[in-house]
């Protein structure tokens, strides 16, 4: 996973529309338009991988926007890697969608709750799990980022690369969809305290933010609101990790 560090485009749907958050709160959406045409976007754009959440799931629990999902499937070629997340609860769920062609399922609140989901999904797909360590106020919170755990996130990855996570993606809330910039201490800790990759998400609002991030350690970083709203081009930050 991540032979090489990507830089990877979010499309974050919620009733069936690709949206960004400020700070993971609901209300403070900002829409973009149709999840194929942004994904198809990024793709022609040179992505690599695509990150899919289906908000409405993270926060009710059930995948409502499962739809526009599969559309996103249909449209993008095998080569793609499709990372997903949001209201997938069970490992029955999780299994389906790794074999409906989803490269990496990510578990948040299941993990959370159910610790042991992420071994019983990576016996059958030992590449398949993600698990997400959204952390606000330093603390991993779960719910679409409304209720916090109290576990502290390297001590909880530590935990989850144990039971066979192939990578945490880890989103610092405070300064998620800000366009502020990016915090590395928090990424720095998560790298030095497991051995398997960690996608960097939150904040992002340069290349100079990529770059950090990658100088963190980070294996990947999920951008969202800085590519919608133009702050950078996909291409001239792929070109800036790849040293060209």
């Not at 926007?65 to 080569?79: F, Q």
Request: net charge negative; proline share 3%; with cysteine.
């Amino acid at each position: 996973m991540c032979p090489e560090f990507e830089v990877v485009p979010a499309v974050d749907m919620q009733d069936g529309q690709v949206v960004q958050l400020v700070g993971g709160e609901r209300g403070t959406e900002k829409t973009y338009g149709d999840p194929v045409a942004a994904a198809q976007r990024w793709v022609d754009a040179g992505a690599r991988a695509l990150h899919l959440v289906d908000l409405d799931g993270a926060f009710e629990g059930d995948r409502e926007n499962a739809d526009a999902i599969g559309a996103v499937l249909d449209a993008v070629d095998d080569d793609i890697g499709v990372q997903l997340g949001g209201g997938i609860r069970t490992a029955e769920d999780a299994i389906s969608l790794l074999s409906q062609g989803v490269d990496r399922v990510i578990l948040g609140t299941a993990a959370v709750e159910n610790p042991d989901i992420v071994a019983e999904i990576g016996e059958a797909y030992p590449d398949g799990v993600l698990v997400s360590l959204d952390a606000k106020g330093g603390e991993v919170v779960v719910s679409g980022w409304t209720e916090g755990t109290g576990l502290d996130p390297a001590e909880a990855a530590r935990r989850y690369a144990d039971l066979g996570a192939a990578g945490i993606l880890f989103t610092d809330v405070d300064v998620e969809g800000r366009l502020e910039g990016v915090r590395t201490d928090p990424v720095e800790r998560l790298v030095a305290a497991v051995d398997i990759p960690v996608i960097a998400s939150g904040g992002v609002a340069t290349i100079d933010d990529v770059l950090a991030l990658e100088d963190a350690g980070a294996a990947a970083v999920v951008v969202g609101s800085a590519l919608y709203e133009g702050e950078f081009t996909l291409e001239a930050a792929q070109r800036a990790v790849d040293g060209q």
